[in-house]
């Protein structure tokens, strides 16, 4: 039997995510075909599925690795001496994010596929879940430095700034007026008086 090269094999996987994701931005899940994945990426439908059994596991793994994603960011800035800053980075991230129209339009997938289908449902709200307690986190360590509120609950403060998240891609959805580089002064405003009420704007 033949070794498989985990690297190319990981190669290989990437090649049919970013495919399907500029495919998904496009048309949504339910009106792009697998063929058209393939197209995409370049392959036989033979290949793709040797890596992925069908459409659905695809949007699985993209799930999924937007979890693995923020996990990571969160592992890193969780170490971080000035938390709050960090906070306001991250955010200002997620406005790049919706300014973003591939990824805007996927993440207006997901959320309705997430309706449509229990397990992917699922993924999305371990998903949801797992940032709302990194940012519990975050705003708990903040805390006992000084760097926030300590007065403010961290998991209503973490439910709260995921609910931001969500409006923001609803947002820019919706309103051609919101534009990235003139809401991110006043995303950051809103948070230093949410989250640290004694320092003067």
């Not at 495919?19 to 339910?30: L, Q, T, Y």
């Not at 058209?36 to 949007?59: R, T, V, W």
């Not at 690795?65 to 991250?90: M, N, Y």
Request: charged share 25%.
């Amino acid at each position: 039997m033949r070794k498989v090269d985990p690297k190319k094999y990981e190669a290989k996987r990437r090649q049919i995510l970013d495919a399907a994701i500029a495919c998904f931005s496009r048309k949504g899940f339910h009106q792009t075909s697998t063929a058209e994945i393939c197209a995409e990426a370049g392959m036989s439908p033979g290949n793709l599925f040797h890596y992925f059994a069908n459409k659905k596991a695809i949007i699985a793994a993209i799930v999924e690795e937007e979890g693995r994603q923020t996990k990571v960011h969160f592992d890193r800035i969780q170490r971080a001496q000035d938390l709050f800053a960090e906070l306001l980075e991250f955010m200002g991230l997620i406005l790049e994010l919706g300014s973003n129209k591939t990824y805007l339009r996927l993440q207006l997938e997901i959320a309705a596929e997430a309706l449509r289908d229990a397990e992917i449902g699922a993924l999305v709200a371990a998903n949801d879940q797992a940032l709302q307690d990194s940012l519990r986190m975050l705003l708990r360590n903040a805390a006992v430095r000084g760097q926030v509120d300590p007065t403010l609950a961290p998991a209503d403060g973490a439910r709260w700034i995921a609910a931001l998240i969500d409006g923001i891609f609803n947002r820019f959805a919706v309103d051609p007026g919101f534009e990235l580089h003139r809401q991110r002064d006043v995303l950051q405003l809103l948070l230093t008086r949410f989250l640290r009420p004694g320092v003067v704007t």
